[in-house]
């Protein structure tokens, strides 16, 4: 796997094999709107690892899945998984 980070632009690119899923965390959103704060929404889960972010690009092909009766292990019962490279402005958790 190959990981870049621009730290001056925040921007991040992934690149690797291995399934990417990515999911709105609905709790972020509404601890937002009653804070006021801008807290990453975006869920990215790669590798057993867990980023966050307020934008995503994906490069080629995704697909969109909803599965009520097997979400993932956070709960997301919709998420977009993909295998091509994410660009976003990600924070690692």
């Known amino acids: 796997m190959?990981?870049?980070?621009?730290?001056n632009?925040?921007?991040?690119?992934?690149?690797g094999k291995g399934i990417k899923?990515?999911?709105v965390n609905q709790h972020v959103i509404k601890s937002n709107n009653k804070?006021?704060?801008r807290k990453p929404v975006?869920?990215?889960?790669f590798k057993k690892k867990t980023?966050?972010?307020n934008s995503i690009s994906i490069e080629g092909?995704?697909?969109?899945?909803y599965k009520p009766n097997k979400p993932l292990s956070c709960g997301a019962k919709v998420w977009i998984e993909t295998n091509?490279?994410?660009?976003?402005d990600m924070e690692h958790e």
Do not use: C, M, P, Q
């Open 21 to 23: 899923r990515i999911h």
């Open 84 to 88: 091509n490279t994410i660009i976003t």
């Open 51 to 53: 980023y966050t972010a």
């Open 2 to 7: 190959i990981f870049k980070i621009d730290k």
């Open 61 to 65: 092909t995704s697909k969109l899945v």
């Open 42 to 45: 975006f869920t990215i889960k």
């Open 35 to 37: 804070t006021g704060e």
């Open 9 to 15: 632009s925040r921007n991040s690119i992934e690149v």
